[in-house]
């Protein structure tokens, strides 16, 4: 008894010392024009030192997703400006198209915010991360690599690789199975042989290794943005997470030089010999000719322009794929990238390339598996433009699949692969909506998926309906209520290329199966480690269209 009264006594002043530097820390924060200006903003009311964090940090990964779904409608209710407190940080959620346009079309919101850090051991600074010279510079030269005249040289290796999955998908007739495996494989395979210009060889388990590991590595550096505590990098090296991490960045590192190493063999064998490896404007195999529109070649459901636009309209100029261009700027001496900073947007074209597309495909899967007469739809429209043929669908083609397009289009808008997009300002922003100075320094998110949820926006937002996209519905529609792609200076580079790829791969899939589901959309089990998936698994089931 005397032992502990005086175990009390010795603890008395340490612990009064520290609750009083505790205080006066919060005092001197509230007093700070970051947190006074936070403080006026709608949203749950935070605690000292905690803020709004404590609720969240002992869930599991697979219900974080839900949960802050939840939460943000009742955020959310009355408003479309939340703010929420991790400590002292703030972060502000917007979900109002006016608003994003003020972050997302401005040329000085376009620094990541700090969350983005935790790829960094895996993405370096590629274009993802990376900011000002650098970001603009290697923004300017990978951009036109995806030009409409390069994407239609990817036509051949989309249908093959369509085609062979197509095949390997008879063992999984009629099993309820998960499309996404398959998805991740498709995508990693056609990124290798079009966006690297790899041959990829047969029955190699690569790819799927290499998706398995961006998995897991995936849900680490979630558990990071979540899990307060290992934010900071000292603990986090002290879990058994960084051996983890350590290890599935080997193996994607390992692949990434597999890539880089052949690809540079194969440039440098072709400088040797002198033969060109730039494309010529007009391509004209295989119905890849320039017929037809290439200006804004699919609808994207919004009429922002950028870069890539502007791209796709500057006629004669020598073009090259990504990985060649990069390869062969630096072998020549006339580009600035470095062995390092090839690696790094390599890496991050291989991520951002795959697990972004194989979620989205695997959605427009199950939800066509559950909403039939959509499918039948679709299937319709195919048939009209192949009839009983087998061939290859052309890039004339894919402009012809306007309801499979809106059905992707629609599909990205409910399950968009990117749920949020986050930005730190570097100077005070006045929103257009309600009348709020968010201060220098705030994170702002943007809460896509509600966004596109909004009744204000969409006319019954919850249901899947493709009509949505009918030119018609898109007028007078505000040009940032859809963003799956984000939108501005730095939206997504691989966007055509992903509408294309999804095109080709989805009509292969629906030309030859017919999709069914026994989950209903209301039993999805939505899970946003990154990239917003099914923590249920993708379950569907296929039976042969000609039986
Ligand atoms: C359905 C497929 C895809 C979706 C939904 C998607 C979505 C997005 C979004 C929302 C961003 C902005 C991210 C942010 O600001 O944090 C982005 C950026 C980016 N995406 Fe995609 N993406 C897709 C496919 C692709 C593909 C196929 C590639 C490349 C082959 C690609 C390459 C990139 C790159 C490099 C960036 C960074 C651009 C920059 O910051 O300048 N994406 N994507």
């Known amino acids: ?153 990817f036509i051949n290796s989309l249908n093959n690789n369509g085609s062979s999955l197509v095949k390997r998908l008879e063992n999984e007739i009629s099993n309820n199975f998960d499309i996404h495996d398959y998805m991740s494989r498709v995508t990693v395979d056609t990124l290798l042989e079009t966006v690297m210009g790899i041959e990829k060889p047969k029955n190699e388990t690569t790819s799927f290794d290499y998706a398995n590991a961006v998995l897991k590595l995936c849900t680490i550096i979630h558990n990071r943005h979540y899990k307060y505590w290992l934010q900071n990098d000292f603990i986090f090296k002290l879990t ?48 890849l000719n320039d017929q037809g529109s290439n200006k804004n070649f699919y609808s994207f459901g919004s009429a922002v322009r950028d870069d890539l636009d502007e791209a796709d309209e500057i006629g004669e100029k020598k073009r090259r794929p990504f990985l060649e261009e990069l390869i062969e700027t630096k072998l020549t001496n006339t580009g600035s990238f470095t062995d390092e900073e090839i690696n790094e947007e390599v890496d991050t074209i291989l991520f951002e390339g795959h697990d972004t597309t194989a979620a989205a495909m695997s959605f427009v899967l199950s939800l066509l598996g559950i909403h039939q007469a959509i499918q039948e739809k679709v299937f319709q429209e195919l048939n009209a433009i192949f009839y009983d043929s087998e061939r290859s669908a052309t890039f004339e083609d894919t402009v012809q699949m306007k309801y499979l397009e809106r059905v992707i289009l629609e599909s990205l ?94 009509s292969s899939i629906l030309r030859k199966y017919k999709v069914y589901s026994d989950i209903s959309e209301k039993a999805f089990r939505l899970q946003g480690d990154i990239i917003l998936k099914r923590a249920d698994g993708f379950k569907i089931r296929i039976e042969n269209r000609l039986s």
């Open 1 to 153: 008894m005397s032992l502990n009264w005086s175990i009390l006594q010795g603890l008395f002043y340490p612990l009064s010392f520290i609750l009083i530097c505790l205080a006066l820390y919060h005092y001197w924060q509230q007093s700070t024009r970051y947190v006074r200006l936070g403080r006026k903003l709608p949203g749950p009311k935070p605690i000292p030192l905690f803020g709004n964090a404590l609720e969240a940090l002992l869930m599991k990964p697979d219900d974080i997703a839900e949960y802050v779904l939840n939460k943000s409608k009742t955020d959310f209710k009355n408003n479309t400006i939340v703010g929420i407190w991790l400590g002292y940080k703030l972060y502000v959620g917007i979900i109002n198209p006016e608003d994003v346009e003020i972050i997302l079309g401005s040329q000085t919101h376009i620094q990541k915010s700090e969350e983005y850090r935790y790829f960094k051991p895996w993405l370096g600074d590629g274009l993802l991360i990376s900011r000002g010279e650098k970001w603009k510079n290697h923004r300017k030269i990978i951009a036109p690599t995806f030009h409409i005249h390069i994407l239609k040289t």
């Open 240 to 287: 058994s997470l960084a051996g983890a991490q350590t290890h599935l960045i080997n193996v994607i590192h390992s692949l990434r030089n597999k890539i880089v190493k052949f690809k540079t063999e194969g440039v440098s064998l072709k400088l040797n010999t002198g033969e060109s490896n730039s494309l010529p404007i007009s391509i004209s195999d295989n119905g």
């Open 413 to 506: 808008r409910l399950y968009p692969p990117v749920p949020m997009i986050a930005r730190k300002l570097t100077e005070d922003v006045c929103l257009a909506s309600e009348r709020y100075v968010l201060p220098k320094g705030t994170t702002v998110v943007i809460g896509t998926y509600l966004l596109h949820r909004r009744p204000e926006l969409y006319e019954n937002p919850d249901v899947f309906d493709p009509d949505n996209f009918l030119a018609e519905k898109c007028v007078g529609r505000h040009h940032y209520s859809y963003i799956p792609f984000s939108a501005g200076p730095r939206s997504c580079v691989g966007r055509k290329y992903a509408m294309l790829k999804m095109k080709i791969i989805l």
